[in-house]
């Protein structure tokens, strides 16, 4: 173990995700207990430049482990997109004694992240993000919540849906990802998961898909639509000029973001927290916490956002199986 780093930051940024708190929780008590003292960075990269920045101490970070959100807040920074911004960043970093930061966000934060240890800030990233879409680890802190939000206000929405003998289509979030949808859809029985990975537009299909499932005498036809396929509402407005059946589209928003997180994103958002803090001590950077096989491993930030990501294969096959 290395000596050499005695102070850390941390920081949340970009979207936020149910999660973020646990993880905060465990870089400052982590940190404590291993002889560093650490610093919270209110408003992500934002907040580093504006030097919104504060010691956390463990009593600090009582009670938030079940809260949503994130208690650093968090904000997208466009200054620190350009090398100036980057160079500023990392001086603010030296002039508060900061030699490592813990980044919890989404790929783009972990750009942002290897920018600073190109400036010389020992720096690890934490996946972040509801979405599910960082390519290097199987788990990313958030998803777990977002997704049995979402499943919930689905099957909520199916109750009154089929009293109406209904279409509907639910828009769920993900960004340019399907991840959401497909775990959403599978789990409330959808009739149609849309995903940007493989949707093809094909509106005629999916219209007399939703004729076959009156023919079949269903009271409904739930259709989960990823956000990065747009055109919900138009969607819901051809199926019912086309089939008759009365149609409505729901965007579930971001009450996807909120709400307190799941027993799976605390603990997981622990172990990445604590793992961290580990690789600051050992003198480590530009590394990303991942999950692999269930296991906290790490691996370069660089190689880890070079990695693309798709929909599982299995998860493929039970939507083409159960599709009828
Ligand atoms: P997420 O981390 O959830 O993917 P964003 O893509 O909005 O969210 O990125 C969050 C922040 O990370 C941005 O507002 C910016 O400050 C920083 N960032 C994103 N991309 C870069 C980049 N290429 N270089 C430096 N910083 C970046
Ligand atoms: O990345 C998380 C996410 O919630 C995406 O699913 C969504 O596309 C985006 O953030 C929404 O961002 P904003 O909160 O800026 O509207």
Same mark, same amino acid.
């Given at each position: 173990?290395?000596?050499? *780093?005695?102070? %850390?930051?941390?920081?949340?940024?970009?979207?936020?995700?149910?999660?973020?708190?646990?993880?905060?929780?465990?870089?400052?008590?982590?940190?404590?207990?291993?002889?560093?003292?650490?610093?919270? %960075?209110?408003?992500?990269?934002?907040?580093?430049?504006?030097?919104?920045?504060?010691?956390?101490?463990?009593?600090? *970070?009582?009670?938030?482990?079940?809260?949503?959100?994130?208690?650093?807040?968090? @904000?997208?920074?466009?200054?620190?997109?350009?090398?100036?911004?980057?160079?500023?960043?990392?001086?603010?970093?030296?002039?508060?004694?900061?030699?490592?930061?813990?980044?919890?966000?989404?790929?783009?934060?972990?750009?942002?992240?290897?920018?600073?240890?190109?400036?010389? $800030? #020992?720096?690890?990233?934490?996946?972040?993000?509801?979405?599910?879409?960082?390519?290097?680890?199987?788990?990313?802190?958030?998803?777990?919540?977002? $997704?049995?939000?979402?499943?919930?206000?689905?099957?909520?929405?199916?109750?009154?849906?089929?009293?109406?003998?209904?279409?509907?289509?639910?828009?769920?979030?993900?960004?340019?990802?399907?991840?959401?949808?497909?775990?959403?859809?599978?789990?409330?029985?959808?009739?149609?998961?849309?995903?940007?990975?493989?949707?093809?537009?094909?509106?005629?299909?999916?219209?007399?898909? $939703?004729?076959?499932?009156?023919?079949?005498?269903?009271?409904?036809?739930?259709?989960?639509?990823?956000?990065?396929?747009?055109?919900?509402?138009?969607?819901?407005?051809?199926?019912?000029?086309?089939?008759?059946?009365?149609?409505?589209?729901?965007?579930?928003?971001?009450?996807?973001?909120?709400?307190?997180?799941?027993?799976?994103?605390?603990?997981?958002?622990?172990?990445?927290?604590?793992?961290?803090?580990?690789?600051?001590?050992?003198?480590?950077? #530009?590394?990303? $916490?991942?999950?692999?096989?269930?296991?906290?491993?790490?691996?370069?930030?660089?190689?880890?956002?070079?990695?693309?990501?798709?929909?599982?294969?299995?998860?493929?096959?039970?939507? @083409?199986?159960?599709?009828?």
């Amino acid at each position: 173990m290395s000596d050499q *780093v005695k102070t %850390i930051g941390v920081l949340t940024s970009g979207g936020d995700a149910p999660g973020m708190n646990a993880a905060i929780r465990a870089v400052v008590r982590a940190g404590y207990a291993r002889g560093m003292k650490v610093m919270g %960075i209110e408003r992500g990269y934002a907040g580093l430049l504006n030097e919104e920045i504060r010691e956390m101490r463990p009593q600090d *970070v009582s009670n938030i482990i079940e809260r949503g959100g994130t208690i650093l807040l968090t @904000a997208r920074c466009k200054e620190f997109m350009e090398e100036a911004g980057q160079k500023k960043g990392a001086e603010i970093c030296r002039k508060y004694g900061i030699d490592g930061i813990v980044v919890i966000g989404g790929d783009g934060s972990y750009q942002g992240a290897i920018k600073l240890s190109e400036n010389g $800030v #020992n720096t690890i990233g934490i996946p972040g993000t509801i979405d599910l879409d960082i390519a290097c680890t199987e788990y990313t802190i958030g998803f777990d919540t977002a $997704v049995n939000t979402a499943m919930e206000a689905i099957d909520r929405l199916r109750d009154t849906s089929s009293s109406h003998e209904r279409c509907s289509i639910v828009e769920v979030m993900g960004r340019h990802a399907g991840h959401i949808a497909i775990w959403a859809g599978l789990s409330t029985g959808a009739e149609d998961i849309l995903m940007p990975e493989d949707f093809d537009g094909n509106i005629d299909r999916i219209v007399e898909h $939703v004729k076959e499932s009156r023919r079949l005498k269903k009271t409904h036809h739930l259709i989960i639509n990823a956000e990065g396929n747009k055109n919900s509402q138009e969607l819901a407005d051809r199926i019912e000029a086309e089939t008759g059946i009365s149609t409505r589209a729901t965007i579930l928003g971001h009450i996807q973001r909120g709400g307190s997180p799941t027993c799976r994103d605390r603990v997981t958002a622990t172990l990445m927290g604590v793992k961290a803090v580990d690789l600051l001590k050992e003198g480590k950077t #530009n590394r990303a $916490v991942c999950m692999r096989d269930g296991r906290i491993i790490d691996m370069d930030l660089g190689e880890a956002l070079a990695m693309q990501k798709s929909i599982d294969p299995e998860l493929l096959n039970a939507r @083409a199986l159960l599709k009828r």
